[in-house]
């Protein structure tokens, strides 16, 4: 096991009508600034739920945060915090609210003139304003973990940083807040924590059996829940196994000790940046690939998830290997979520257009550094659909 440092300073608020506590859990006189997207929080009652658990806070808000937040948004609501000399943020919804709040608590404390350079890591989060989260979305694991990941239209950007000071100082997990999300949604976050585990597991094996069967236990809940929550929405004991995967899936504890990948999200945010794809998707795409370009290097990891994941025990090692991966697949079709590029709407050139960016950066990939601009090039290809 590798050595490691594991802190995580996030209290959690879990269940039914845990929205009731935020009047305890945000020191009395605070002057609040609510951060909410599009407006689902007005229409499934979540908002009202904050207002009236908030009696006597000041509040002011900053809605309108995007799906995938955008720099010029988030700007938006650093300047608007600042003029209301706001001294706690309170983020109300999914990933992209919560990371576009972790970067306003950071940029509040930035000099004006860095805050691209915040998001490209140029300079460190030195400071933040104090932030908590009500959350309406399990994908991104933003409710208990350091990292924020912000996009920028004009250039067609997608970059991500982290930092110990903008871990939120608690998230409220009330899963019966997710059961008004659209079925695409749903399926989006059930396939994004799935691909969290799969991050930090399809990798080289240095012996860390705790984090192998925890990580297989979140994989294995995924697979048993993801159906059920599909099939009815308003099964609320799903709904909660499901809520808690995705924290688990990216809160540091599954992660640490162990040898990570994530190169199927640093290829998937350019299909985002690119062509909007929601983030989940790009996993579904680029995921597969990843696993059948790199079968040599992962396979011993590869045939373990095989065994203990699928049950898959009998053929030859490529034949496992294969099934692995096929029902990998399956099981991101079966929640509707497509796993090409064809089927998520990029056109065929997106194989070169992304392999060209790495090029560009001359950025390696994947846990050997083995992955350059051409591997990207042949991983897309292998999921091209076309
Ligand atoms: O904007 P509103 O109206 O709230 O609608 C949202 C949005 O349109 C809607 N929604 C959320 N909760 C709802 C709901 N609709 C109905 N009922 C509810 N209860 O869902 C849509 C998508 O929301 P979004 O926050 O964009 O989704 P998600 O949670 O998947 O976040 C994606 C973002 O997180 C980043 C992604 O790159 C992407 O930008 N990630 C953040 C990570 C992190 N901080 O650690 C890690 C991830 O790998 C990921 O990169
Ligand atoms: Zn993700």
Not at 3 to 26: D, M, Q, S, W
Not at 151 to 177: C, H, M, Q, W, Y
Not at 194 to 208: A, G, P, S, W
Not at 291 to 317: D, N, S
Request: aromatic share 6%.
């Amino acid at each position: 096991m590798n050595n490691f440092t594991f802190y995580n300073p996030t209290r959690i608020e879990f269940g039914k009508g845990t929205i009731a506590k935020l009047g305890k859990l945000i020191p009395s006189g605070s002057r609040i600034m609510l951060t909410y997207g599009g407006g689902s929080i007005k229409r499934n009652g979540v908002y009202d739920q904050v207002i009236k658990a908030l009696e006597g806070y000041e509040i002011i808000e900053f809605g309108g945060i995007e799906a995938n937040p955008q720099f010029e948004t988030c700007k938006l609501g650093i300047a608007l915090a600042l003029k209301g000399d706001v001294d706690f943020l309170l983020a109300i919804g999914g990933g992209s609210v919560l990371d576009g709040t972790k970067f306003i608590a950071a940029g509040m404390k930035a000099d004006s003139d860095d805050l691209w350079k915040l998001v490209t890591r140029e300079v460190p989060i030195k400071d933040a304003v104090p932030l908590g989260c009500v959350l309406t979305l399990p994908a991104t694991g933003s409710e208990m973990n350091p990292n924020f990941v912000i996009s920028r239209r004009e250039t067609k950007e997608k970059k991500g940083n982290a930092s110990p000071k903008i871990f939120p100082v608690f998230s409220i997990l009330d899963p019966e807040t997710t059961m008004s999300l659209p079925g695409r949604q749903t399926a989006n976050g059930v396939v994004d924590s799935f691909i969290h585990v799969m991050e930090q597991y399809l990798t080289v094996n240095i012996n860390t059996p705790i984090q192998d069967r925890q990580a297989e236990g979140v994989l294995l809940t995924l697979i048993e829940e993801g159906p059920k929550v599909m099939k009815n929405p308003n099964d609320y004991e799903a709904r909660a196994n499901i809520m808690w995967s995705s924290t688990m899936a990216l809160n540091g504890l599954i992660g640490a000790g162990v040898v990570h990948d994530w190169s199927s999200h640093v290829i998937g945010h350019q299909l985002t940046a690119l062509y909007g794809v929601d983030h989940g998707r790009t996993l579904a795409i680029v995921l597969p690939g990843v696993m059948e370009h790199q079968r040599e290097a992962k396979g011993e990891r590869i045939l373990q998830y095989a065994r203990r994941v699928w049950g898959i025990t009998a053929g030859t090692r490529e034949e496992i290997i294969n099934l692995a991966i096929e029902r990998t697949v399956e099981f991101f079709e079966s929640l509707g979520v497509s796993t090409t590029l064809k089927g998520n709407g990029c056109p065929e050139e997106a194989v070169s257009l992304v392999g060209k960016r790495f090029r560009g950066e001359g950025m390696k990939l994947g846990e050997h550094g083995a992955i350059d601009g051409k591997a990207v090039e042949e991983i897309l290809s292998l999921r091209s659909g076309y």
